[in-house]
């Protein structure tokens, strides 16, 4: 039997305590008794309490959870359309304007992202009166063209390993283009769809750079909300808002892999049923 290197053993645990440790010892300290974060004065949960009772937190998170279901959506819809005409139409006249267009905002810097967005908005308001104020909107259509760059990778690269003779004997056999789209194609890059939704919606949920450029009074994000709080030192409440928010990310990841493990499993089971139909 191989023995396997200790070198990349040791460094493979190096890395995994490097992620985890902090935010175990997060989760541990949020039921802390003391008010001081890194000092342990008992057990305790009243500051889960405390933060459920906070109005400006319950209100930042509402607002970071509405931005984040509105601009993940259509971040998905946009992105899977971007993905399909880049993986299937390869030879169109500004294919590769189109491609580094998508594509720019992926290497580009949040910071410079962030301060083109607002320019945007400001030359808006002079030109034809809108956005009267940043907020809600203008925070959306930044985080949409920000995460509709990742849908689009993702979706691209399921598409080009989708076998396309299925697309092919579907309209063979007199379906009209929209119909193998929406019963063919949708279906088989579903899990790539849910993945882009999922990391479209975790992008603009922790988003603190281009959030903080395009938001106005009155438009407190969760993250900005915490940024502000990190300044005067990390308190109890903002352990326990942050591991209530690792646990409920934990939880939407688990349920995502499940769902997609089983649409693997379904689909699987589906092209055997048909082989041994067609044998």
């Known amino acids: 039997m191989k023995r396997r290197p200790v070198f990349l053993l040791t460094v493979l645990c190096f890395g995994f305590a490097f992620f985890y440790v902090p935010i175990l010892s997060m989760m541990v300290y949020s039921f802390n008794e003391s008010r001081l974060a890194t000092v342990w004065g008992g057990f305790s949960t009243k500051w889960y309490v405390s933060l459920f009772s906070n109005r400006q937190v319950i209100a930042a998170l509402m607002l970071s959870l509405k931005i984040a279901l509105v601009s993940a959506t ?117 899990p790539a769809i849910l993945s882009g939704w999922l990391l479209a919606f975790t992008i603009s949920l922790d988003d603190v750079v281009i959030t903080s450029f395009t938001t106005g009074p009155g438009s407190t994000t969760l993250p900005l909300l915490i940024w502000s709080k990190v300044k005067l030192g990390v308190t109890p409440d903002i352990n326990a808002l942050a591991t209530l928010t690792v646990l409920i990310v934990g939880i939407g990841v688990a349920i995502a892999g499940f769902v997609m493990n089983r649409s693997d499993a379904r689909r699987d089971a589906d092209a055997r049923l048909a082989y041994q139909a067609n044998k």
Request: aromatic share 10%; proline share 4%.
């Open 74 to 190: 259509i971040a998905t819809i946009l992105g899977t359309m971007a993905g399909i005409a880049l993986a299937r139409f390869t030879k169109f006249r500004g294919r590769v304007l189109f491609s580094g267009l998508v594509t720019a905002p992926l290497i580009m810097p949040e910071v410079i992202t962030g301060i083109s967005s607002l320019m945007f908005f400001i030359l808006l308001a002079d030109w034809i009166g809108w956005p009267g104020s940043r907020g809600f909107t203008t925070i959306t259509l930044a985080h949409i063209t920000f995460s509709m760059v990742f849908v689009t990778t993702v979706v691209q690269a399921r598409m080009s390993q989708a076998d396309r003779a299925i697309e092919e004997a579907a309209m063979d056999l007199g379906s009209r283009p929209w119909q193998v789209l929406f019963d063919v194609t949708l279906p088989v890059i579903s």
